[in-house]
């Protein structure tokens, strides 16, 4: 847990009381919780929306979303689900996946398939869905360009965007290019040779780490195009939605901020597609808990190949 914003300097190991679910709640042992970019900005309080519910101190002081485990107990209200059934989801709002035990709302998580393990499971929520509303922001034979596609969005991303007969780019750093390939990527850039606002012109452009202005957005557009980012610092949110939607008026290239929606019913499809063996999980390393910082750390600089998984707890997260 953490009390201040900053660092994972900021993290230590405690005991808390195991909590109780409330009405239309449950409470999910933790098997393994799989990191995202969301951790990583809560820890910082950075960009800004960061600290929605806690201006200067966390909010949430356990963080983790994406969990999966089995049911402990349920609150008031819950039907759907009994004690023992094995489940994963976001649980964005809450978090708490970096400890033991985990309340989540009920219709946050989905049961998890026998054929997944709980390291896969743990893997897929929020980043699959994600790429899935990315991808389908672009339509067959269309080039789309994924900035930050060599991690766990990308690896879902890639390839759905490759079964969907679009041509996509990815960029990242160096060592993922070959990763981005391997998962079927049309061209790949490595941003630190290369400014992909410089290349295209692309039907569509997703940014997943965000940090350009608007106008080189557009000029990186086909007539037409549409470019979306998903999260980044507050001006480049604020210069989508304001400059972004001038720039879309006057020349018809669209800009905006991708608003993805959450829950099972947006990333259950694609565990689907993973049980059918269509798609893979590409988990970079599982962390036990103790070594969380470092999972976070791997995670935030940017050089997991793919997702980065943390064990909770002595039991396998392979089954």
């Known amino acids: 847990m953490y009390d201040r914003y900053g660092g994972v300097e900021r993290l230590r190991m405690v005991d808390l009381p195991t909590p109780d679910p409330g009405p239309g709640e449950v409470l999910v042992e933790v098997v393994a919780t799989g990191l995202n970019l969301s951790d990583w900005e809560t820890l910082h309080g950075s960009p800004a929306y960061a600290r929605l519910g806690g201006m200067f101190r966390p909010h949430r002081r356990v963080l983790g979303s ?7 107990a349920v609150g008031p209200g819950v039907t759907q689900w009994t004690v023992g059934d094995e489940v994963y989801g976001d649980n964005l709002d809450r978090k708490g996946g970096f400890a033991e035990y985990a309340v989540a709302p009920a219709h946050a998580l989905a049961r998890k398939p026998a054929a ?19 991808v389908a922001r672009a339509h067959t034979g269309e080039r789309m360009l994924l900035n930050g596609a060599g991690g766990g969005v990308g690896a879902f991303a890639i390839p759905l965007a490759a079964a969907s007969g679009v041509h996509l780019t990815g960029v990242d750093n160096a060592d993922k290019l070959d990763l981005m390939r391997e998962l079927g990527a049309t061209d790949v850039i490595d941003y630190r040779e290369t400014d992909f606002t410089r290349t295209g012109p692309y039907d569509v452009i997703v940014d ?59 990333f259950a499809a694609v565990a689907d597609a993973v049980v059918a063996g269509d798609l893979q999980v590409v988990i970079d390393r599982v962390y036990p808990l103790e070594r969380v910082a470092e999972a976070l750390t791997r995670h935030g600089e940017g050089r997991a190949l793919g997702k980065v998984v943390v064990r909770v707890g002595d039991g396998p997260v392979t089954q």
């Not at 997944?116 to 990315?134: K, N, R, V």
């Not at 037409?224 to 604020?238: E, S």
Request: hydrophobic fraction near 55%.
């Open 208 to 266: 997943l780490v965000a940090q350009r202005s608007p106008i080189a957005y557009r000029g990186a557009l086909a007539p037409g195009g549409r470019a979306l980012v998903v999260g980044g610092p507050v001006r480049v949110l604020l210069g989508m939605l304001t400059v972004g939607a001038v720039i879309g008026a006057v020349t018809g290239r669209r800009l905006g901020v991708l608003a993805v929606r959450e829950g099972p019913a947006h």
């Open 116 to 134: 997944l393990t709980f390291a896969q499971a743990a893997a897929i929520p929020q980043s699959a869905a994600i790429a899935a509303q990315a």
């Open 66 to 72: 994406d969990i999966a485990g089995r049911v402990a």
